[in-house]
């Protein structure tokens, strides 16, 4: 998934995207949860940090339903 930035420097995104973000932060329809693979410590079992969140324990990803 891609980001397409609305403004800024054409070609380049400000937001960036963790590999467990569904969308940037910000996007309409979307909010930020405890990342799933790390259970919200930003550590895995080895104590280095999570690659899914980063190590900030948290991801973006798409709310409600339609």
Known sequence: MSVTPSSGTPGKSDAHLKP???A????PG???DLCP???GTGKIRD???CPICEGTGR???GIGGG
């Open 24 to 27: 940037a932060a910000g996007t």
């Open 20 to 22: 467990g973000d569904e």
């Open 47 to 49: 104590g280095a940090a």
């Open 37 to 39: 693979n790390c259970s």
């Open 30 to 32: 979307t909010g930020e």
């Open 59 to 61: 991801i973006t990803q």
